[in-house]
């Protein structure tokens, strides 16, 4: 069993900065990628930022510049900061994990942490 738990969301004013936390834990042989994915209201969830075991990272476009993905792997934490928020980027932001465990790779998600931008 793993469980992913995200951090760090809240409320922010325009041009402001948040940082997002999330650690996987349970039985965990091996990460394999981890990043944050977000979903606003009436909108498809979306891939936001995404590290990979080797560390290349991959970026949405409309984050590109202002966002910064990082990881912990001795603590299985990645770190999402987030600068230069906009109104757009308000959203519930779920964090992943492509996991193998218990001879299997599974995918887990967080239960989502909200990130909400004022303009």
């Known amino acids: 069993q793993v469980q992913v738990v995200e951090s760090g969301g809240g409320l922010v004013q325009a041009g402001g900065s948040l940082r997002l936390s999330c650690a996987a834990s349970?039985?965990?042989?091996?990460?394999?990628?981890m990043g944050w994915y977000r979903q606003a209201p009436g909108k498809q969830r979306e891939l936001v930022a995404g590290?990979?075991?080797?560390?290349?990272?991959n970026y949405a476009d409309s984050v590109k510049g202002r966002f910064t993905i990082s990881r912990d792997g001795a603590k299985n934490t990645v770190y999402l900061q987030m600068k230069s928020l906009e109104p757009e980027d308000t959203a519930l932001y779920y964090c992943?994990?492509?996991?193998?465990?218990?001879?299997?790779?599974?995918?887990?998600w967080g239960q989502g942490t909200q990130v909400t931008v004022s303009s």
């Open positions: 992943y994990a492509d996991v193998y465990s218990d001879y299997r790779r599974d995918f887990y």
């Open positions: 349970g039985s965990i042989f091996r990460i394999n990628a």
């Open positions: 590290i990979i075991s080797g560390g290349s990272t």
